[in-house]
């Protein structure tokens, strides 16, 4: 379809247009067969409604909302179902501007959280929440799973059972699952018992590295909330951007099953190396390990997204990077070219000193992000940046 860039768009009468805002405004149900039409684009806009339709089918969503980033989609929904004096229970690690949206800026609106991580019980959960809040619940389950960026996978209906037991007649908890790291091919939260998807579609979802976007994914009412405060805080997608997913969906699912391919070849060569201490890949979980029930239980491949520590520290973190070529040495993820970080100095570098050593962002640690280059070159690559460490 064309690119509609228009603001604002033209009502046949005024009974249309006092229709389309007492929808927009949430004041009536639509009547059977109704449907809000355009009104302005910061409330709606051609572009942005048939890719939200399009990416709604993925996760088997009633509806779904773009955004123009992944932060801008994180902090909608959550400043759409959160309150002061309200509980965040969320799952670590995650990517670093959300950790530090969570532990910066939520606390000053009044907003309390608790972080729980991949090693803790569903009992274990609990007690750590009546620990520090004797007899309070949480309003809000955030978790990323698989969480960036170490790959540790979180049980998605352990956390539905949570936000099952936290609800009340008069306020449910909702459960919100990060998906970036495999959806919407590789996994699908809603069919686990969640409430919302979030994703950074700049990643897998667009996967061209030319554009910023956001996106949830969910029911109809939940959704229909988030885009009430989407509008008011002007942070949808725009035209243009919104084209271009459209492009991105056509490959999505070629895309990642070739970038989970070459991934499987590439983590395969570098477990196996002298100057690698350890692999976190989905591919290599080991039956009986309690994240591989996980992953046998809600995943439908591992991904293309490997992180490895190297024998030593920062300073052989760092030379590995500097002289590896082909990779990009750049944040991000999910693109057709494969891309290399540092977590503890680039994304990861505003977690805490503690939250980075229990959650294993060490000063060794490299995440890559593999792309569509021939995986022998990749290989090749990391081969000749090895010599150099």
Not at 308 to 319: L, Q
Request: overall charge negative.
């Amino acid at each position: 379809m064309p690119v509609v860039s228009d603001s604002t768009f033209a009502f046949t009468s005024a009974s249309e247009g006092k229709a389309f805002f007492e929808l927009a405004y949430g004041l009536r149900n639509p009547g059977e067969g109704e449907e809000m039409g355009m009104i302005y684009s910061r409330v709606n806009n051609p572009n942005l409604a048939i890719v939200e339709q399009r990416l709604k089918l993925w996760d088997k969503g009633e509806d779904a909302a773009f955004f123009a980033s992944g932060m801008a989609a994180i902090s909608t929904m959550m400043f759409t179902f959160l309150r002061p004096g309200d509980i965040l229970l969320f799952g670590s690690p995650l990517y670093g501007g959300t950790d530090h949206f969570i532990h910066h800026v939520l606390p000053q609106f009044g907003i309390r959280t608790l972080m729980f991580t991949s090693d803790d019980s569903e009992e274990n959960i609990q007690a750590l929440l009546n620990a520090a809040w004797p007899g309070e619940t949480p309003s809000f389950i955030y978790v990323e799973t698989p969480g960036n960026p170490t790959n540790n996978l979180i049980d998605i209906e352990m956390c539905a059972r949570l936000a099952d037991f936290f609800s009340a007649k008069d306020k449910k908890c909702l459960l919100a699952v990060d998906n970036t790291f495999l959806g919407p091919v590789f996994q699908h939260p809603l069919a686990h018992g969640a409430d919302l998807v979030v994703y950074s579609a700049t990643k897998f979802i667009n996967g061209h590295s030319d554009l910023i976007a956001g996106a949830c994914v969910g029911s109809g009412e939940v959704i229909a909330a988030i885009k009430g405060m989407r509008t008011f805080m002007g942070s949808m997608l725009d035209p243009h951007s919104s084209w271009l997913v459209m492009r991105s969906l056509e490959t999505l699912k070629i895309r990642m099953e070739r970038q989970a391919e070459s991934a499987l070849k590439v983590a395969e060569y570098i477990r196996n190396h002298p100057k690698v201490e350890n692999v976190h890949f989905l591919g290599f979980l080991k039956s009986g390990d309690a994240q591989k029930n996980i992953f046998e239980k809600q995943c439908l491949g591992n991904g293309s997204m490997i992180s490895f520590n190297i024998s030593g520290g920062e300073e052989e973190a760092f030379r590995f990077l500097d002289n590896l070529s082909l990779f990009k040495l750049a944040v991000s993820l999910g693109s057709t070219e494969s891309l290399a970080e540092h977590p503890a100095t680039m994304t990861h570098v505003d977690v805490s000193d503690e939250d980075r050593a229990k959650l294993g962002i060490h000063p060794n640690l490299v995440r890559l992000s593999i792309g569509l280059e021939e995986p022998d070159d990749l290989i090749d690559a990391i081969k000749k940046a090895f010599v150099l460490v």
